[in-house]
């Protein structure tokens, strides 16, 4: 069975950095795409950004309100996806989601709060 | 940026009627189009991928169509456990994008 768990989400300030993590299994993680999605509280769905597999080059894509500030990484011998946050804004509040690329598979979300 | 249209926003419906979301692209994506179920408080379930592919496990009185520029997501018989927010996606190019959603409420 697919699981993916995120973790790591907080209260943080304005400015303040953050690190997400979203521990899969249960499938080849080493092999698979992955992303982050993001929804503010009351919003719709937003895609954060996107890394593809080493075989793949570990090339990322990025959302343009977070690109320079937000960077996707992994480390497959963990089969762990992350998303290190860095000057963190309000509107940055949101639950975020891990995916597969394909959509099929999604964690529970952790929640992430921008505020002083 | 590739941006998605669902109409309506909102809808009331019944139990047993038949309802219809729209999504339309604001360039062609061929079929790269995926709709999902959004429950209060959980993560999206992807329902139909590549416009009109059913997800397995997906009941089969949901369904999808179209192709292009302008699709569409069809539930018949609606079922209490049905209403919910539904969003399309497109994942034809980055940056990926998803319609404002469509929240289907009881009528």
């Known amino acids: ?116 | 940026d590739i941006q998605m249209t669902q109409s309506p926003s909102s809808l009331s419906a019944s139990v047993g009627d038949r309802v219809t979301v729209t999504c339309r692209a604001s360039q062609s994506i061929s079929s790269f189009l995926n709709w999902y179920q959004q429950k209060p408080g959980k993560a999206p379930k992807l329902l139909i991928y590549a416009a009109s592919s059913l997800q397995s496990g997906v009941p089969s009185r949901f369904s999808g169509s179209g192709s292009g520029t302008d699709f569409t997501l069809t539930i018949n018989s609606l079922h209490p456990e049905d209403f919910a927010t539904y969003y399309c996606q497109q994942s034809y190019s980055t940056p990926v994008t998803f319609g404002q959603g469509t929240k289907l409420e009881i009528k």
């Open chain 1, 1 to 116: 069975e697919v699981q993916l768990v995120e973790s790591g989400g907080g209260l943080v300030k304005p400015g303040g950095s953050l690190r997400l993590s979203c521990a899969a299994s249960g499938f080849t993680f080493s092999n698979a795409w992955m992303t982050w999605v993001r929804q503010a509280p009351g919003k719709g769905l937003e895609w954060v950004g996107r890394i593809k597999s080493k075989t793949d080059s570990e090339t990322t894509d990025y959302a343009a309100p977070v690109k320079g500030r937000l960077t996707i990484s992994r480390d497959d011998s963990k089969n762990t996806l992350y998303l290190q946050m860095n000057s963190l804004k309000t509107e940055d509040t949101a639950m975020y989601y891990c995916t597969t690329v394909s959509g099929k598979n999604w964690g529970q979300g952790t929640l992430v709060t921008v505020s002083s």
